[in-house]
């Protein structure tokens, strides 16, 4: 080897001591030793806990006393910390670009150039403890290509689900426009083509939009409902972008799966929702008083904090109504979900709203894990600390079934069995 090359491999191996954590060999063990961990169903904490990693899987959980660890594992100390599924935050858009002063500035924006921001958003999530992201709306298939990289060990990121474009009738609140049922069909075929494991369509107006109102249902009946079979048909789910009563009451009878946001929903919908187990996306961070600081620091234009005012008070109401009907809500935020918001991270802030507009601790909780595994049904693959799951694990230094607030002290992450950040040792995949 030159001795460039020597130089250059003693200087990673010097800024980060620990790298080999982050690519174990295939049969190697990793014990994570003496962290009490916490079940996310019934909320019961089990201290002094041992968990052993093996292939990316968890394959044994018990009390530290009990379990063996084999020579030669890779030992780290969770003593003082609680263990929990990884976050999963199912409204992301990697690309996300708003009106302002900072969308503007990528106006240009090449889809190469777009596919590498989007990565490095995704990396960010991965460190601030997301393991899972359900994206819902990117342009030009750059999700698909990401998506792949991942699944590749290319580059790092959460594990992705995800709608392709989204779909909407023409000027409507999304990018890939189409009209009557075998236009709305055929682009439905083509996202499912390209790899889509959801359908997003926009029903109504948002926020961010310049006309048209957020209460109107400008789909026709035909449109909706035959969008809605030929997905299903492909057993692809359809989420609807939605602020609007009418769009909303149109799209149960049709047999939507899921709203995001869902601002202005009154309490009939919210009940019927209950009643087919329709799934809600809440979104709160982008409408609630704190949004205004994020929205400042992107340049946003005034009529946009307007927007945001106005649509905010509905917007808790309504997740009040939802949380104590017991309607299905599983954590989204519309904002990157690292983010800093509040002090933390967007992810986070969402979950102490949760808990802020009613739901207990472990409620939030279920909703930042096992309630969103549900949702893509993928709980035999991760959302819970079990054997046999994937090892998306999450440490942090307070106990979240007394106040969510303790995610604000994430300092662990593992993905499918990698470290990619170890706050003790001061390891960071950066
Ligand atoms: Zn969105």
Redesign the pocket.
Known sequence: MKSRQWRLALSVALAWPVTVLAQPAPSSVTALVGGTVVDVDSGRETPDTTILVQDGRISQIGASSGVAVPAGAKIVSMKGKWLIPGLMNM?V?LG?KLPGAQGAALANETDPEEVLRMADNARRSLLSGVTTVRL??EDHGNDFVLRRAIEHGEVIGPRIKTAGEIIVPTGGHGSLEADGPYGLAKVVREQIKQGADLIKIAISG?IADTHGSISAAPMTDEEMSTLIEVAHRNGVPVTA?NGSVAAAQQALRFGINGF??GYHLDVPTLKEMKAKGVWLVP?MVVSQPGAREFYKKIGSPDWYLDRVDSTGKDHWAMLQNAIKMGVNIALGT?EFPYEPNGGTTATVAEAELYQKAGMTPLQALQAATIKPAEMLKIQEETGRLQPGKAADIVAITADPVKDISALRTIDFVMKGGHVVRDDASAFLAD
Do not use: K, R, S
Request: avoid cysteine; glycine fraction near 18%.
């Open positions: 409204h858009h996300l819902v709306g948002g972008h995001e946001h979104t519309d």
